[in-house]
Every structure is written in structure tokens, then in C-alpha cells.
């Protein structure tokens, strides 16, 4: 099966994913931590019990068990009959939920934090259309929900950039309501790549993933930080308007505030660590200003070294 | 609590700027779009609980502002009592300018130590405070009204060029205009004068104000014991124009201001800054004695005559100076009514003939007089003003022809500076006499009749030895050229009362007048009971007759600008004809030469210097043409008003320090210690920098646990 290319290099979605990018992933998988559940047959080992050479275990053969399963051979040695059952692997699917909040318009390092969100997924869905998996996008935010399918289709990598480059940013968060529609629509197991500055209240969307972590889904959280956001390099009053709710301000002597606020970041985000580990989830936190490319290869090294462990 | 410094406490104000900034800075906020609003709320969630630090730190920073305010203002803490103070108010200091200050040795008088102890004081005070001084001088004025101290230094130096002058001072007068200045605001008051009973006259009285403190300083520095204080209060001379080599008589009045008597002090008279003669006076406490000198002068023109005394407790008061014209000859126009051709119908045959006499030459055999010029001459037509110019001295008597004209010619010439003697013998017309001269303003008094006694009667009059009205015929009081009491006039004129400012020179016995002189314009016009001439009388036996003539017609030719003046009264010179100086400019002492006004007067141009001077002494006013100068000296005599250096009686003073609430001090060594004794607190001033300090800390603290 040839690479999956977008048809424009160049441009909005060039932007998103550039050949340099696809040098560095051309290297990489994505394999499933978790049992993957799909119609293709793929690399991924999946809890349906089926066509595969990955022998699984016996089971007594129940009429109407096709014979072609019967292991002839165990059978006369336990004068039984027993029915020969194999791991099916599977194609694995994957679903990025790509918060689209107006908070994501930050852009001190450089890249807005939407525009490093949007190479992230663009990233994993070439990673994973490459090989031959099923990706598909969730765009949320108030302003409007996109779903995209996951298709395993060439065609899908474009559907993904057109639809980032086509979607920018706005309106006020809208993770949880994606990530409940997840839960609620069911559908196969696989992973689930939320991709967010996770600079919101926490509650409702961790309620949201941990009901996809129970479901059997694979989430991996990738937060984008803000290096102005994380430093808060003010020493003056300020005016902050609040870009997810036009008209709402804070005033504030951000002298006295700044150790408080500094404090503040690096608890949400430890608290986002805590409960990540606590639900075997994976979060990856890196700057805007760093590399999409060397931050998805490192997470995928690393993701390689803890599969290799098992 | 007090502060040294109260004006610095405008700047508490100033307080309001840390407020001020932090709104400023809040209303310039920096628009920022924020993403991570749920953090930041997280965060300020936490910060409103330390708003209450916030709102500390702000409070610090007002209390920096004040405190500091405060370490300026210099605090302390004392109460208000009256011996209590030092700075903080307004300070008015009260100078006494009047000449008893200079009592005591020269370089070390009350004044050079009232000087240097007022500078001491002034130059304590620091930058900001506002002060005013008033000086008792003439007239008492303010220096300084509520100036603010710039420099120490600069304070001192406006005392520099002060000086006492010729006044007496009034401290209740004085407190009367400094209190009225000083009405609802806390004031000092720091009178620096000497203890001389007459300054703090009726200070007693003086109205306090209620309201805020006043308090008040005397700095009183020491000046002379006040046993021996003589002072010359009047020198004149018998006329301001006399004749060369011919007597002049000079009465020397000196009043004993001291407290003992003084024996046989000596009064030096000095002619043109020379010395001339010698003369001692005994004189009791408060008594005058009055000096009589003669004084020739050998040379014609202007001179000045100088009294004075030996140096005691008050030198200013010790000298007295006048000013005299010595005139070569004294030319005397007698007019004759030509109809009257007797030789004695008229005083022009007895005057020619008393000139004749008075101007033998030496080498003749029995001179009469050593020198002088009487050079006598008729008028036989009716004269106009232009044929009078030239005479010194104008006679008209019974043999002159009186008419309109002739009135209103001599009018003019008694105007213009000259001397008339209207000699009222026995063949005048006083109804003529009073009809004509009388509404021309040219009879000092009226005459009301002749009277007349036969030759060798009983009835005859006599001029008094005493009772002279001034001093141009007091010379003959002495009786030295012969006793004016021997006279025997048989006729007389019976004189009216005297119009108004004329004044009687001399009587008969019988207290009638006998010379009656009366200024008119620059000229002088006297009006004699008797004519001059031997009919009727003894005179031309007796001795006295050619001083009292000589006296007589000085008196009347003393016309012209006086040479003597008070203070503040205008210097005038009356330059008679063309060609008059281009420039006349006066000076007295070391004081800078003062330049006259000219302005053209009946018969040529009258300088003068309006102001006058404000001193006593010899001035003198140089004339000056394009070729050559001249010098004309006059005499600056004032009133002896602060001569009396009794002080204060104990009463006296107690009543006055009791009224005041006085702090008294001899020096400001002496000031200064009491004023530091006064304080019963003590300076805040490091305590408040001490808090400043703790303030800043506690700021500094703050901001850091914020950062």
C-alpha cells in the first residue's frame, strides 16, 4: 500500500505537515497498548478470537464449531475434542479529539497552541494512516463539533488536514462534550489522542476519559503549553480578557499575583500527571515552541520501550 | 507635639501619590488576551486572600511618605509654655533703630551688639521658615514682611545694612502694628532693643491678641551706665548772615540727660571743622544749661559752626552744627522822601553817619569797630524791585514816601530775600503806614499810635534786659556793650498785636514790643517802635547803640534760605541774578552726596533738596559752575528725642515682662540656652527617621514576599 501524501505540501496544510515531519515519522508506529477492536485485519492484537497465526488456547468443541478449528491432534491425545482458538489481530483505530478552544490561540512560542495541535494530530494520522490503521478527528468547541469517521482510506489524511487547517480556533472549551459523545457512541476500541492545553476544569473531562478508559479505549493526553502561559512574565497590572468568553476581564496587579499564578500552573499540571498515572494514561506536556516531530518520536520511543518490557 | 519645621507638613499631601500611583498604573493596565483564565482564576483566588497584605503594603507605602515628611518637619515634643520654643512659627523680630542703640565705646555700642546678636538669630533659623523684621527707625517701617528664609546666610545678610537712626523708639507703638500683623497665627516676637524707659513706655498697655500664642523675646544687649550723658540740644547763632571780623554769638544749649550732675564740661565750638574756643558748663540731672560763645569769622562767604562735647555714655548726641553766610559789607538802602530834606527827617542822616563811623580803617585814631562794612546809601527817588536788588537791608521810617507802588515794590523784594527794617519813629503816618504796608503783608504788627514824651520827661521808655524772643537781639541781654535798660526813648510807637507768625525779638520794660520780625517769602521784615536816629533819644550816648544797630540790621538782613534745618525739612539755596550754578549736590558725613533740584525763583534760581536729610550734623551743598565751585554749609540740627538713657525701673520692667510673658536675654548665647532650657520634650527627629526606616523594611519585606 503506497504512503499516504496530502496532495498540497505547500500552504495551510503543508504548514500542518511538512515533508521534513514526514521524514521523521516515516520510521514510526503507533501500536496499541490496549486490546484493539476492528473489521480489518491489521498489526494489532484484538479480543476477538479468530483468523490468526497467533495460537491462543483450546476450548471444547461445542456443536456447530466449524470443524476446520478442531485440533485433530489434541484431540485423540485427550480423546476430546477440542477446538483450536487463535488471537485475531486487527486493524487498530484511532480517534484524535483536538481541542479547538479559543484558549488554543496563544501563541507566544511562536506557534499558536492550535497550530502545534493540529501538526500533533496531523502527525499521528499520517503515523497511523501509514500504517494502515483507522484515524479519524473530533474538532471541538462551542462554536461547532466536527466529527470525521475513521477511515483507513489515502483520502482520510487529507479530510484531517482540510479540516484543521479549514477549522481555526474560537469559542469557548467544548472537550467534554466530544469526549462524552465518544463514550456514548461506543464504537470499536482503539485509541483515543486528546490533544489540548488542558488548561480548563478538570472534572468533567476526566470523568469523560476515565469512562473511556474503563470502556477498554487506549487515551493518551497531549498538552501544548504556552511558555507565557507557564511563565508569566508580567510585572505590571494588567487587563486579561479572557479569550474563550468575549467581555469577561481581570484586572489584576500581576506583581503580587505572579508567584501565585506560577504556583497555580505547575499544580493543575501536576495534578493532570497524578491522575494520568493514576489511570494509566499516558500524558505527553511539551512547549509550543518545541518540535511536534521530536516530541512524537521521543513519545514514541518510549511507548516502544514499555511494549518491548511486556 | 510640635515641629521645628511646620511648613514642611504642606507635604503630607503628598501622601496621596502612592494611592495615586497605584490607580494610575491600574488604570493603565496592559491589555493582554489570556487563555489560561482557569488557572488565573485559581491564582487570584488565592491572591484575594492576601489582599489584605496588598492593601498593608499600600499603607506602608503612605506611611514612607509621611514619615518622611515628618523627619523633615523635625518633630518634637514639648509643651507650649512661654519659655518653650524654637522654631515652628512665625517670627517677627522687632529692631530698635532709634541713636540711644549706639550708646556705649565705638565698635562695642548696644546697637553692634544688638547687630550681631540679632544675626546669631536669624542665622539659626532654617530654609523655609518664614520670618518678618520691623525696624523702629524713622519712620519705624517693615524690612521683611513674612519672608521665607532662603540661606542662613542670606538672612543674615539683610541686617547688613542697617544703621540707628535720628529717632526715638516706641515699642508699644511698634507692638501695636506687629501684633495687628501677626492676628490669628502663632508668633515670636523677639524685641531686640535696649532696657531705655522711654522706648518700653505704656508697653503695658499694649493689647494682646486672643487666639494663638504669642510669645515674646527681649534680647537686650548692654550698653553704657547712663551716669554721665550730656547732650548739645540746640545750637544757634544770633543771625545766619553776619559780617566778616564782626562778633557773631553762638548760644550753646546742652541738656544733662544723665543721672549725676556734671561739673564744668566743656563745650569746643569749631569753625569750619577748626577749633575755635573753649567754654565750660555745669549742668544738673534733667536741667539745660545754654552757652553763650562769640564767634568771628575772618573770611567772607559760607561757614559752619560746630558745638561740641566730650565723649560720654551717648556720643551721637554730643555735637550740634549751624551754618552761617559771613557777607563782606552789609549794604543798607535808606529811602528818603525827597520832599523831607532835614538831616534828621529821616534815619539816612543818622545811618550814614553810624557807617562813616563804623568803617574807619585801622591807623585811624579810635576805631570803633575793628572790622565790618555798613555801607549806607539814600534812595532818593521812589524806588522800584530792580533798584532794591542789590541792598542787604531796605530802611524805611517817617521819612520815607510811602505809595501803592512803592508797597508793592517792596513787597517783592522782601520776597525775593530781602531784609526791610520798618523804623516807626515819631513823624510816621500809622494810618499811612497801616493802610498800605498792612494789606501788603509786609507789617509784622500793627501800629496802633505814637507816643511821645518831652525831653528830659519821666515818661520816657526803656528797652527790658530780658524776655528776648529768639536770639538775633539776645546778645544784648549780657549787658557787655553797655545796658539796653539805660535807654530813653521819647517817642515811641505803640504796637498792635503781632500777626501771625511773627514773633517779638525784644520789649520795652513794660513788656510792650519793641522789635517785632516777620518772615515773608525768602526775606524778613522787622518792625522797630522807635526810629533809628538820635532825635528823641539817648541812644547815640550810650554804648549799645552800635551793636543793637548792627543787631537790628543783621536781623533784618537775615533773609534768604535758612542754614539751619531739622531733619527731613527741604535744603534750599536761593542763587540771586543769572549765571547761577549748573550743579549743586549735598552731602553729610560719609553718606552718599545727594544732587538738588533747581527751579527758577523770584529774582534768580532756587535749589533744592525736597527730602532734606534724615541725620543730624554739617552738611554742606557744593555748587558747582562750569569754571568753579563753591561750598555752602548748613546745619542738620534734629530734636533730642532718645537722648534719656534712664532704664526701666525694676516696676516697670516686671509689669512689662509679666504683661508680656518676656523671656529676657542678654545675648543669644544667653537666648539660645533659654530657649533650649524651654524644651521639656525631646526631638523626635530620629525616632521618626528610626520609624521611617522600619517602614521602608517592612515595604521592602512585603514586596518581596509578593515577588
Known amino acids: 500500500m503506497p504512503t499516504p501524501t496530502p496532495n498540497r505540501t505547500a500552504g495551510p496544510l503543508g504548514e500542518l505537515l511538512t515533508p521534513e515531519a514526514r521524514d521523521a515519522l516515516k520510521h514510526l508506529e503507533l501500536f496499541a497498548r490496549r486490546m484493539a477492536q476492528g473489521l480489518l485485519y491489521g498489526a494489532h492484537r484484538s479480543r476477538r478470537k479468530g483468523v490468526s497465526t497467533e495460537f491462543d488456547h483450546h476450548k471444547l468443541y461445542q456443536p456447530g464449531d466449524p470443524l476446520k478449528h478442531v485440533d485433530w491432534k489434541a484431540s485423540a491425545r485427550h480423546d476430546t475434542y477440542y477446538v483450536k482458538r487463535h488471537i485475531e489481530d486487527t486493524a487498530l483505530t484511532v480517534r484524535l479529539v483536538v481541542d479547538r478552544s479559543a484558549s488554543m490561540l496563544q501563541d507566544s512560542g511562536g506557534a499558536s497552541l492550535y497550530l502545534q495541535a493540529s501538526r500533533v494530530a496531523a502527525s499521528l494520522a499520517y503515523l497511523i494512516l501509514n500504517q494502515r490503521d483507522l484515524v479519524g478527528l473530533v474538532l471541538g468547541s462551542a462554536e461547532e463539533v466536527f466529527w470525521l469517521p475513521p477511515r483507513a482510506v489515502e483520502a482520510q489524511l487529507v479530510r484531517i488536514l482540510q479540516a484543521l487547517a479549514s477549522r481555526g480556533a474560537a469559542g469557548a472549551d467544548r472537550l467534554e462534550f466530544c469526549l462524552r459523545s465518544l463514550v456514548e457512541r461506543g464504537g470499536r476500541l482503539g485509541v483515543i489522542a486528546v490533544i489540548s492545553d488542558f488548561t480548563f476544569e478538570p472534572d468533567a473531562v476526566r470523568r469523560q476519559l476515565s469512562r473511556l478508559q474503563a470502556q477498554g ?8 503549553r504556552d511558555p507565557r502561559e507557564e511563565e508569566f512574565p508580567f510585572s505590571r497590572w494588567v487587563r486579561f480578557r479572557d479569550r474563550e468568553t468575549p467581555g469577561r476581564e481581570f484586572r489584576v496587579d500581576t506583581v503580587p499575583l505572579r508567584r501565585l499564578y506560577r504556583e497555580e500552573y505547575q499544580a493543575v499540571m501536576a495534578e493532570w500527571r497524578a491522575w494520568a498515572r493514576k489511570y494509566d494514561i499516558h500524558f505527553v506536556s511539551f512547549q509550543s515552541s518545541g518540535s511536534v516531530s521530536a516530541v512524537l518520536a521521543e513519545y514514541m520511543a518510549f511507548r516502544e520501550g514499555l511494549l518491548g518490557k511486556r | 507635639m510640635s515641629f521645628v519645621h511646620p511648613m514642611f507638613l504642606w507635604a503630607l499631601a503628598l501622601g496621596v501619590i ?139 545678610a539683610l541686617l547688613e545694612g542697617l544703621e540707628p537712626e535720628e529717632c526715638a523708639a516706641s515699642l508699644a507703638q511698634a507692638l501695636d ?98 577749633f575755635s574756643s573753649r567754654e565750660a558748663v555745669s549742668v544738673q540731672p534733667g536741667q539745660e544749661a545754654v552757652v553763650v560763645v562769640d564767634v568771628a569769622f ?119 530775600g530781602g531784609g526791610l527794617v520798618l523804623a516807626a519813629d515819631d513823624t510816621i503816618d500809622p494810618a499811612a503806614w497801616n493802610g498800605l504796608l498792612g494789606p501788603a503783608g509786609l507789617l509784622p504788627a500793627p501800629v496802633r499810635a505814637i507816643g511821645r514824651e518831652a525831653l528830659g520827661g519821666e ?21 557787655e556793650d553797655g545796658d539796653v535798660a539805660r535807654s530813653r526813648l521819647y517817642s515811641w510807637a505803640d504796637l498792635g498785636e503781632p500777626a501771625a507768625g511773627a514773633a517779638v525779638l525784644a520789649t520795652f520794660g513794660d513788656g510792650r514790643p519793641f522789635a517785632v520780625s516777620r518772615r515773608r517769602g525768602a526775606g524778613t521784615v522787622l518792625l522797630l517802635a522807635t526810629g533809628l536816629n538820635s532825635r528823641n533819644n539817648n541812644l547815640l550816648v550810650r554804648g549799645f547803640t552800635y551793636p543793637l544797630l548792627f543787631n537790628v540790621l543783621s536781623a533784618a538782613a537775615a533773609g534768604g534760605e535758612p542754614r539751619t534745618v531739622a531733619p527731613g525739612e527741604p535744603v534750599r539755596w536761593l542763587w540771586k541774578g543769572p549765571d547761577g550754578p549748573t550743579a549743586a549736590q ?16 523770584a ?94 523594611a517592612g515595604e521592602m519585606a512585603m514586596q518581596r514576599r509578593f515577588v
Open chain 1, 217 to 224: 479505549h487506549e487515551v493518551i493526553l497531549f498538552q501544548i
Open chain 2, 18 to 156: 502612592p494611592v495615586l500611583i497605584y490607580y494610575l498604573i491600574r488604570f493603565r493596565s496592559l491589555p493582554v488576551e489570556w487563555g489560561a483564565v482557569y488557572v488565573l482564576q485559581r491564582a487570584l483566588n488565592r491572591l484575594r486572600r492576601k489582599n489584605l497584605e496588598q492593601l498593608l503594603l499600600l499603607v506602608l507605602r503612605v506611611l514612607i511618605v509621611l514619615v518622611l515628611v515628618a523627619v523633615f518637619a523635625r518633630p518634637v515634643s514639648r509643651n507650649r509654655a512661654p519659655a518653650a520654643t524654637g522654631g515652628g512659627t512665625h517670627r517677627i523680630v522687632v529692631l530698635d533703630g532709634s541713636y540711644s542703640m549706639l550708646a556705649g565705646e565705638r565698635g562695642a555700642t548696644a546697637w553692634d551688639r544688638a547687630l550681631a546678636a540679632t544675626r546669631d538669630l536669624v542665622g539659626s533659623w532654617g530654609r523655609g521658615e518664614r520670618w518678618s523684621l520691623y525696624f523702629i527707625g524713622r519712620p519705624p517701617r517693615w524690612i521683611l514682611d513674612d519672608r521665607v528664609v532662603e540661606t542662613p546666610e542670606r538672612s543674615r
Open chain 2, 177 to 274: 502694628t506687629v501684633l495687628r500683623k501677626s492676628a490669628g497665627r502663632e508668633t515670636e516676637i523677639y524685641l531686640v532693643a535696649d532696657d531705655q524707659a522711654a522706648t518700653w513706655k505704656d508697653v503695658e498697655r499694649v493689647k494682646l491678641p486672643a487666639g494663638p500664642a504669642v510669645r515674646f523675646f527681649w534680647l537686650h544687649p548692654a550698653g553704657a551706665a547712663n551716669a554721665n550723658n550730656l547732650a548739645v540740644t540746640r545750637l544757634r547763632l544770633n543771625h545766619e548772615r553776619v559780617l566778616a571780623r564782626h562778633p557773631c554769638r553762638a548760644f550753646v544749649t546742652v541738656r544733662n540727660y544723665g543721672a549725676a550732675p556734671v561739673e564744668n564740661a566743656e563745650v569746643e565750638m569749631l569753625v569750619d571743622g577748626s
Open chain 2, 298 to 416: 575772618e573770611e567772607p562767604g559760607s561757614h559752619g559752626v560746630t558745638a561740641r562735647l566730650r565723649k560720654d555714655a551717648l556720643e551721637f548726641d554730643n555735637a550740634a552744627a549751624a551754618g552761617v553766610e559771613v557777607l563782606p559789607a552789609l549794604d543798607v538802602a535808606v529811602l528818603r522822601d525827597p520832599a523831607r530834606a532835614g538831616k534828621f527827617d529821616s534815619a539816612a542822616g543818622f545811618l550814614e553817619l553810624a557807617g562813616k563811623v563804623m568803617t574807619r580803617k585801622a591807623g585811624d585814631e579810635s576805631p570803633l569797630f575793628a572790622g565790618g562794612q555798613l555801607a549806607v546809601h539814600g534812595l532818593e527817588k521812589e524806588p522800584d524791585a530792580a533798584a532794591l536788588a542789590g541792598a542787604d537791608v531796605a530802611v524805611v521810617d517817617g521819612g520815607s514816601a510811602l505809595t501803592p507802588r512803592l508797597a508793592q515794590a517792596l513787597d517783592a523784594y522782601v520776597r525775593g
Open chain 2, 459 to 479: 515818661r520816657f521808655r526803656s528797652l527790658a534786659r530780658s524776655g528776648f524772643g529768639g536770639e538775633a537781639l539776645k546778645a544784648l541781654e549780657t549787658a
Open chain 2, 586 to 601: 549735598f552731602t553729610l558725613g560719609a553718606r552718599p552726596p545727594a544732587v538738588l533740584a533747581s527751579r527758577p525763583a
Open chain 2, 603 to 696: 529774582g534768580g534760581t532756587l535749589f533744592e533738596l525736597a527730602a532734606g536729610t534724615d541725620r543730624s550734623g554739617l552738611g554742606s551743598v557744593l555748587l558747582t559752575w562750569k569754571d568753579r565751585h563753591r561750598r555752602v554749609w548748613f546745619g542738620i540740627q534734629g530734636e533730642r528725642s532718645d537722648s534719656d538713657l534712664a532704664p526701666l525701673d525694676p516696676e516697670a520692667r516686671r509689669r512689662a515682662a509679666e504683661h508680656l510673658g518676656l523671656t529676657e536675654a542678654a545675648s543669644w548665647e544667653e537666648l539660645k540656652a533659654k530657649l533650649e532650657a524651654g524644651y521639656r520634650g525631646a526631638e523626635w527627629h530620629h525616632w521618626a527617621i528610626l520609624i521611617l526606616l522600619a517602614v521602608l
